[in-house]
């Protein structure tokens, strides 16, 4: 089963530029969590929020939760070629499986 | 970190065989360790719960006795695909939490890229 839809489902930019991906939920959540994969590879942990927080930087990423809208963006800003990946939200309740989202392919040139 | 190794990272094999993967928490005990298939250009689903010492809890349309999981100890579960087929071929990734850290990160295996030929 799938819990989130992001969109856009692909979005492509240039260096430099400000990409934001939007994430939206079913059920209510214990966090949501954003996950990088690149073509082929394993998936890369970015960043958690739980659900009593409202937003969350690390470098150059800012997610933000809405819990009444049942979703969240991630705005990676000044995008480089290397951030050139699938990028999917998930969610859990307590000590459950992460239900992920279809995902938004992102593609950045220089 | 927490580190959570999968084991083979690829594999290919010929059609009606059987392939094992296997998935260990590295520096942590997990009850409970979940399994994923991705489909190219897709997103992951859910396969199974992986529970330690009791039965899998298989998610809707995955057949059980072709995906069999045993989860025999709290650092170890393993995935048989059994007589596989061309429609099998996917990547194959495990999940796992550390059970003493409720609410935090859930730790990936690199994944398993399985080709039946």
């Known amino acids: 089963s799938q819990q989130g839809e992001e969109d856009p489902q692909a979005l492509s930019i240039q260096e430099g530029e400000n990409a934001t991906m939007n994430c939206s939920y079913k059920?209510?959540?214990?966090?949501l969590q954003w996950y990088r994969q690149n073509s082929g590879r394993g998936l890369v942990h970015l960043i958690l929020i739980r659900s009593n927080e409202r937003e969350k930087h690390s470098g150059r990423l800012r997610v933000t939760l809405d819990t009444s809208k049942k979703s969240s963006s991630l705005l990676i800003t000044a995008s480089r070629a290397a951030d050139t990946a699938s990028y999917f939200c998930a969610t859990s309740q307590a000590g459950t499986a992460l239900i992920f989202g279809k995902g938004t392919t992102l593609s950045v040139s220089s | 970190g927490a580190v959570v190794s999968q084991h083979p990272s690829r594999v290919i094999c010929k059609s009606g065989t059987s392939v094992k993967i296997e998935c260990r928490s590295l520096d942590f005990q997990a009850t409970t360790m979940f399994w994923y298939r991705q489909f190219p250009k897709q997103s992951l689903m859910l396969m199974a719960t992986?529970?330690?010492?009791?039965?899998?809890?298989?998610e809707q349309g995955v057949e059980k006795d072709k995906f069999l999981i045993n989860h025999a100890s709290l650092t170890l579960s393993t995935l048989t695909v059994t007589s596989a087929h061309p429609e099998d071929s996917s990547f194959y990734i495990c999940?796992?939490?550390?059970?003493?850290?409720?609410?935090?990160?859930?730790?990936f295996g690199q994944g398993t890229r399985l080709t039946v030929v």
């Open positions: 999940s796992a939490r550390d059970q003493r850290r409720d609410n935090t990160e859930a730790f």
């Open positions: 992986s529970n330690e010492g009791s039965k899998a809890t298989y």
């Open positions: 059920t209510s959540i214990n966090n």
